[in-house]
């Protein structure tokens, strides 16, 4: 069992930045591929980066590409999510998942573990 906890979300103005970070109780993190998911209000979970369990290896989704990176240490057993010039269409409650499956992926089904989720709001 993988606990993940995220945290860094808060209320911002649009062109703004922030880090979110999710810390996992499990070692090795380094077994895992990690995921930021979010969910807005009125719409599904949207797959937004995923970072391979080597660190060398990223998926974006398009709505991020540019604005957003992901990193990890697996010597703190964290996966960051650094995002720039925040929009207010990326006000959202954003997830960490966790994956063991070999290869990454956008689909949700492919994350074993999650996290509660950190709101991010950004106003206009």
């Known amino acids: 069992q993988v606990q993940l906890a995220e945290s860094g979300g808060g209320l911002v103005q649009a062109g703004d930045s922030l880090r979110l970070s999710c810390a996992a109780s499990?070692?090795?993190?380094?077994?895992?591929?990690m995921a930021w998911f979010r969910e807005a209000p009125g719409k599904g979970r949207e797959f937004v980066a995923v970072l391979s369990r080597s660190g060398t290896t990223t998926l974006f989704a398009d709505s991020v590409k540019g604005q957003f990176t992901i990193s990890r240490d697996n010597a703190k057993n964290t996966v960051y999510l650094q995002m720039n010039t925040l929009k207010p269409e990326d006000t959202a409650v954003y997830y960490c998942?966790?994956?063991?499956?070999?290869?990454?992926?956008?689909?949700?089904?492919?994350?074993?573990?999650w996290g509660q989720g950190t709101q991010v709001t950004v106003s206009s």
């Open positions: 499990r070692r090795p993190f380094s077994n895992y591929h």
């Open positions: 998942a966790a994956s063991s499956v070999v290869g990454i992926f956008q689909s949700s089904d492919k994350y074993t573990y």
